[in-house]
């Protein structure tokens, strides 16, 4: 058996060798620019660029896989000249044929084999998800200020792909207020300061009967036989001269 499997490895390692040199490995040999043929990558277009980024960084993981499969078959047939092929280098019992059949590269047996630990590395891309908006939203951290998630509810108020359908509230009915968190407070904390103000002076009174002010009235916190005597204008503001 310790023959076939040497037969094996030597055969692995020749088809990786001859894979990684004759295509100079993987074609990364050559520079960006001498692979487009072009003087200087930057009159290309950003989308044939990003083609070839693409490319280019599949290249370079083909290219470790192979270098770290080249390592262990190496490896494997140095231990097969010491004598230490076939013993877990963890506990030193001899690994089983059955794992050696399956994984000629085997260092250690199926209790002690370590790369069968579960990973905690997360990819960094994970820290923008999750929360929604990832570090750009405070919301949870009880913020008040201008944060990611606020600038994408600015750009999906003058409208996106979706429609009222497609909104998470399903009691939405109108394109004004789909995106997240339409209803929140733009500018100010309690409802009544949206429509009840002065002027610099603080003697002349407005009040704008807009959206928050019928729902503060519908909602039986007011009473419009309070306001101040006046006239509304064009504005649908409440004058009181």
């Not at 000629?104 to 370590?114: D, G, N, Q």
Request: hydrophobic share 30%; net charge negative; aromatic share 8%.
């Amino acid at each position: 058996m310790l023959h076939e499997l040497r037969r094996r490895l030597l055969r692995d390692k020749s088809d990786l060798e001859k894979r990684v040199s004759g295509n100079d490995h993987y074609q990364l040999n050559e520079s960006m620019r001498d692979s487009l043929d072009e003087l200087s990558v930057n009159d290309n277009h950003p989308g044939d660029l990003g083609t070839e980024m693409f490319e280019r960084s599949k290249d370079r993981t083909l290219l470790e896989r192979d270098a770290y499969r080249l390592e262990r078959i190496e490896s494997a047939l140095e231990r097969m000249e010491t004598g230490e092929y076939g013993r877990c280098k963890e506990c030193g019992a001899f690994i089983s044929p059955e794992r050696l059949d399956a994984m000629p590269t085997a260092e250690y047996c199926v209790e002690h084999e370590p790369r069968q630990d579960t990973s905690k590395r997360r990819p960094v891309e994970e820290r923008f998800l999750q929360p929604p908006f990832g570090r750009t939203s405070m919301d949870e951290n009880d913020q008040t200020a201008f944060d990611g998630e606020d600038a994408w509810q600015i750009v999906a108020n003058w409208g996106n792909s979706n429609s009222p359908a497609m909104a998470e509230d399903n009691r939405v009915l109108d394109y004004d207020s789909i995106h997240i968190e339409a209803d929140e407070n733009e500018g100010f904390v309690e409802p009544i300061e949206s429509f009840l103000a002065t002027d610099i002076t603080g003697r002349r009174v407005s009040v704008v009967r807009n959206r928050e002010y019928r729902r503060y009235m519908n909602a039986g916190e007011g009473y419009s036989l309070l306001e101040p005597d006046g006239y509304y204008d064009e504005n649908d503001s409440f004058n009181t001269d």
